[in-house]
Nanobody, 127 residues
């Protein structure tokens, strides 16, 4: 079992940057494929980015490709989301999620595939 706590959200102007962090408890962090999702008011939760267990492979939604970068530090039990060139449409609550796959390599994009979730952090981009 793992507990996830996000931080780093806030208010930023369009074109600005933010870095989100997600700290995980537990000793098996490297057994989880990690991802970031977001949910805007009135919309469904959507996949943003995912990263394999040892950080060798990443995958992004088309809407953020080239602007966002996901990374992880297994020694610190932390996954990050660097967000650059932010747009008003990036405004949402951002969640990190963990998918327990000790031997797996698939970065899944559906929320129901993930076992553990953080509480979310608000990101607001003003125009």
């Amino acid at each position: 079992q793992v507990q996830l706590v996000e931080s780093g959200g806030g208010l930023v102007q369009a074109g600005g940057s933010l870095r989100l962090s997600c700290a995980a408890s537990g000793r098996t962090f490297s057994s989880y494929i990690m991802a970031w999702f977001r949910q805007a008011p009135g919309k469904e939760r959507e996949f943003v980015a995912g990263i394999r267990r040892h950080g060798t492979v990443t995958y992004y939604a088309d809407s953020v490709k080239g602007r966002f970068t996901i990374s992880r530090d297994n020694a610190k039990n932390t996954v990050y989301l660097q967000m650059n060139s932010l747009k008003p449409e990036d405004t949402a609550v951002y969640y990190c999620a963990g998918d327990y796959q000790p031997l797996g390599v698939v970065i899944r994009t559906t929320p129901s595939s993930y076992d553990y979730w953080g509480q979310g952090t608000q990101v607001t981009v003003s125009s």
